[in-house]
């Protein structure tokens, strides 16, 4: 008896498992024209915002875009922080190779090379691959809940 619960036991952590598996990786690409407008409009904001807050030495202006206290915000303070702390400045030009991507449940990932200009010490022009996963709150009112470098995109 003691065999046949522990094989009806496992038999239901499989099961559990196997369900539960691969749902973070249920992106597929966004086909709402008006709500890809709406996510773009958000990043060119939010961007601007991120320069604003570089350029004041202060996050205040980006603070809106994040959830507070969320490990992005925090790790998005910091790096303005240190590049503000630099005396550096970080000026987003454009993007190319945008994807836009949803899951079932109602995130997005927008994917793309991001091209920057920095300036401080030295002017130079460089770019990046960033990924950035927006929740929507309801309405059109996104939030930033992870950023990915390119170090951490496959």
């Known amino acids: 008896m003691k065999s046949n619960g522990l094989i009806v036991l496992f038999s239901l952590a499989v099961m559990l498992l196997a369900a539960c598996e691969g749902h973070e990786d249920d992106w597929v690409p966004l086909s709402d024209d008006e709500r890809e407008n709406e996510l773009m409009i958000f990043m060119e904001e939010y961007k601007d915002a991120w320069e604003s807050a570089i350029d004041a030495g202060t996050f205040s202006p980006a603070e809106p ?3 507070p206290n969320s490990q992005v915000y925090h790790m998005e303070r910091r790096q303005q922080q240190q590049i503000s702390g630099n005396r550096q400045s970080e000026r987003f030009l454009y993007a190319e190779d945008i994807e836009i991507k949803q899951n079932q ?3 997005y990932q927008i994917s793309w090379i991001e091209f920057i200009e920095t300036t401080g010490t030295e002017e130079e022009e460089h770019s990046r691959a960033r990924r950035y996963t927006i929740s929507d709150r309801g309405e059109g009112d996104f939030r930033i809940i992870a950023v990915e470098r390119e170090t951490d995109i496959e």
Request: a negative charge; proline letters at 0%; zero cysteines.
């Open 65 to 67: 875009f994040f959830i």
């Open 105 to 107: 449940d109602g995130d």
